[in-house]
């Protein structure tokens, strides 16, 4: 079983900046970064390898957001720059069991309670 706890939420301006952090109980795979907007489904946001080698990020956040991972501190990183108010959700970190990168939400076995992103305009 592994615990993912999420950080790095909070209020800021659009045009703004914002790192996300996940920590994991133990080691991870494949992890990836979703949002959740209301009235909206979890969309995917950005994902990485177990090696950190890979990554992918949807259209929406190309160029302004960046993946990253350190393995010795069992944590992933989401670096959120130029935010809009759009980008406005509960981000979640997942955690599966790949090698690879993962964009679906379906290929993540644990989830983290969410952290709350709001980009006022």
């Known amino acids: 079983q592994v615990q993912l706890v999420e950080s790095g939420g909070g209020l800021v301006q659009a045009g703004g900046s914002l790192r996300l952090s996940c920590a994991a109980s133990?080691?991870?795979?494949?992890m990836g970064w979703f949002r959740q907007a209301p009235g909206k489904e979890r969309e995917f946001v950005a994902a990485?390898?177990?090696?950190?080698?890979?990554?992918a990020a949807a259209d929406s956040v190309k160029g302004r957001f960046t993946i990253s991972r350190d393995n010795a501190k069992n944590t992933v990183y989401l670096q959120m720059n130029s935010l809009k108010p759009e980008d406005t959700a509960v981000y979640y970190c997942?955690?599966?069991?790949?090698?690879?990168?993962?964009?679906?939400?379906?290929?993540?076995?644990?989830w983290g309670q969410g952290t709350q992103v709001t980009v006022s305009s």
């Open positions: 990485i390898s177990r090696s950190g080698g890979s990554t």
């Open positions: 997942a955690a599966g069991s790949s090698v690879g990168v993962v964009i679906d939400t379906r290929g993540y076995k644990y």
């Open positions: 133990g080691r991870t795979f494949s």
